[in-house]
């Protein structure tokens, strides 16, 4: 997925960068700093295990997993590359899940731990609500979450740009 997006990077002809398990560890500092100073850069093409650990992306406000893990908290530490100190914007974090695959099944699945967790630490007893086949994508993907088409993921990187590009 990450050689796809870094393909229509190139074809919409967006600066941007990529990190991912292949990148020397010492260019990855490097490619952080340049992101974060260089206002021409926008995105920052992560695989999740690769950016999840010691990445400080302050100037980024925006979260596009592609790759959602089977550990919850893996896709809850990409997360935070922008949830640190001296973020000043609203962070926004969207999951590309397709319908009808198994990424609906990992989606529910982390979902499910997370409930667990959240059960445990809170100390409150009783069952995970069970997800049965037709509400499992219903809940998860329908429900709180935008469904999001190829016409308004071009609408979004378009008001990105012209956000960037207006300061």
């Given at each position: 997925m990450l050689d796809i997006l870094?393909?229509?990077m190139r074809i919409r002809g967006y600066a941007y960068k990529r990190l991912d398990g292949s990148t020397p560890v010492m260019e990855r500092q490097e490619m952080i700093n340049e992101f974060n100073n260089d206002d021409d850069?926008?995105?920052?093409?992560l695989s999740t295990r690769a950016?999840?650990?010691g990445i400080n992306l302050t100037s980024a406000n925006h979260i596009i997993l592609h790759d959602i893990d089977f550990n919850p908290y893996n896709?809850?530490?990409?997360?935070?590359?922008?949830h640190r100190m001296g973020q000043k914007k609203e962070v926004f974090v969207t999951k590309l899940i397709s319908k009808d695959t198994?990424?609906?099944d990992i989606h529910c699945l982390a979902r499910k731990k997370l409930q667990l967790?959240?059960?445990v630490t809170d100390g409150i007893k009783g069952q995970?609500?069970?997800v049965d086949e037709t509400s499992r994508v219903s809940g998860s993907l329908e429900s709180k979450e935008e469904k999001?088409?190829?016409e308004t993921l071009n609408q979004l990187l378009t008001s990105a740009l012209k956000r960037k590009s207006s300061g």
């Amino acid at each position: 997925m990450l050689d796809i997006l870094e393909v229509y990077m190139r074809i919409r002809g967006y600066a941007y960068k990529r990190l991912d398990g292949s990148t020397p560890v010492m260019e990855r500092q490097e490619m952080i700093n340049e992101f974060n100073n260089d206002d021409d850069l926008f995105v920052f093409l992560l695989s999740t295990r690769a950016g999840g650990l010691g990445i400080n992306l302050t100037s980024a406000n925006h979260i596009i997993l592609h790759d959602i893990d089977f550990n919850p908290y893996n896709d809850k530490q990409a997360e935070d590359r922008c949830h640190r100190m001296g973020q000043k914007k609203e962070v926004f974090v969207t999951k590309l899940i397709s319908k009808d695959t198994v990424e609906v099944d990992i989606h529910c699945l982390a979902r499910k731990k997370l409930q667990l967790e959240k059960a445990v630490t809170d100390g409150i007893k009783g069952q995970l609500e069970e997800v049965d086949e037709t509400s499992r994508v219903s809940g998860s993907l329908e429900s709180k979450e935008e469904k999001l088409d190829n016409e308004t993921l071009n609408q979004l990187l378009t008001s990105a740009l012209k956000r960037k590009s207006s300061g």
